[in-house]
């Protein structure tokens, strides 16, 4: 008989072998394998399947949303096909959502499993390579500082922050710790690490992060950047000129970015088929109706009033019908006594949640009808950036 139980401080070395067999490979030490906030599923005592949560926020609207990142979905092999992962998943999401997280966020291995819990595709992972050499040159000679300490590591945060409210996506990892292990380069990530950093007269103004690594299919060095912050054109000039230093020892920087790779893109000086992109996707999952509208933010002048309802047979108490006031660029969501045309599938109003889909893309998958009068108010609510998020988990 399957039992799902939290993990402990004893499960440590059956995790790593679980997540071994599922990922092909190497058993990783069972001081590196993290149980705060993971599951087991477990057989006559043996741990046969685990997933786990990352709590953060993420921005939209340029509100923070209370959130959580699924991780480590792993069965052992004899184990699979009979809906362990499923089960694990459906768990701990139930969890989240009793602990306040109104979303939830992962990349998957398996989409058809995830979009039957509620998950939808509903944001980009975005990176792109560009010859090192196609760099512009530094024009205003800034210098830049290492990161040293914790308090360095807090300015850097603070700065990733207000870039990120600028977007539809990224997260802000709860966990000072987590940040720096997530946001920043360390031994073990290619051949060095560093992250480099321009102060400004008040505050962090940018920084980038990135080790190097050798290409073989290039035949050439690669600067990987695991994040990469400009807020002004003073710092996006200093990181750039620093980069473009490296013409002598790496040939390429690879940047995760937002999906129009601006602004690394426009300020590069490269050929356009000279920029190489690659993208992967993630899905979100509503967890809490209300609670996730009344986080995110909204397009300013966007005031507007909307009526619906959810199906969503993981937590009926999403169902609604929905009144949605937004007003100012914030919303309040209270119950209605009934709500016009068909509920929504929880997993497209996710999409539509996150700006990844239009009131259109619903229209075409039979969600709403060609003519509902709220597709004008839904599509002014919900529109911004295309969501994307620099970190992967």
């Avoid at 979009?115 to 760099?135: C, M, N, Q, T, W």
């Avoid at 962090?204 to 073989?216: K, L, P």
């Avoid at 006594?337 to 990844?356: D, I």
Wanted: with cysteine; aromatic share 10%.
């Amino acid at each position: 008989m399957l039992d799902i139980r939290s993990a402990t401080e004893a499960d440590r070395e059956a995790i790593g072998l679980v997540r071994a067999f599922s990922f092909n490979g190497p058993q990783p030490s069972p001081s590196d394998v993290p149980v705060l906030g993971a599951l087991c599923a477990t057989e006559a005592g043996r741990v046969v399947g685990t997933a786990g949560a990352h709590e953060f926020e993420q921005f939209f609207g340029g509100a923070r949303v209370r959130g959580a990142g699924v991780y480590g979905v792993a069965v052992l092999p004899e184990h699979r096909g009979r809906g362990v992962a499923g089960a694990l998943v459906r768990e701990l999401l139930i969890m989240r959502r009793a602990t306040g997280d109104a979303v939830s966020v992962l990349y998957p291995a398996n989409s058809q499993l995830y979009r039957k819990l509620g998950y939808e595709y509903a944001g980009l992972h975005p990176s792109f390579l560009v010859p090192i050499a196609d760099l512009p040159p530094s024009r205003t000679g800034v210098e830049l500082a290492d990161v040293t300490d914790q308090e360095s590591v807090a300015a850097l945060r603070a700065c990733f922050c207000r870039f990120a409210a600028q977007h539809n996506g990224p997260v802000d990892w709860t966990c000072p710790s987590n940040w720096a292990r997530r946001a920043l380069a360390h031994q073990g990530e290619g051949l060095h690490q560093r992250t480099v950093v321009v102060p400004g007269p008040a505050n962090v103004e940018g920084y980038a992060s990135y080790f190097t690594s050798y290409d073989s299919e290039r035949r050439s060095v690669v600067a990987t950047a695991k994040h990469f912050v400009a807020l002004s054109s003073r710092a996006l000039d200093a990181l750039l000129g620093y980069f473009r230093r490296f013409e002598n020892s790496a040939g390429y920087l690879l940047w995760p970015g937002a999906p129009t790779a601006a602004p690394i893109g426009l300020a590069a000086s490269t050929n356009g088929f000279a920029m190489s992109p690659s993208v992967s996707r993630w899905m979100l999952r509503v967890l809490d109706v209300a609670r996730a509208l009344e986080a995110r933010g909204y397009p300013a002048g966007a005031d507007a009033e909307v009526v619906f309802s959810i199906e969503d047979a993981m937590f009926p108490a999403n169902a609604g019908p929905w009144r949605l006031k937004v007003s100012g660029g914030r919303a309040s969501v209270e119950p209605a006594p009934t709500a016009p045309g068909k509920p929504l599938p929880v997993r497209f109003f996710s999409a539509l949640y996150s700006g990844f889909a239009g009131p259109s893309d619903l229209v075409a998958l039979g969600c709403l009808d060609q003519d509902d009068p709220r597709i004008g108010a839904l599509s002014a609510l919900f529109a911004g950036p295309t969501p994307w998020m620099p970190d992967s988990f």
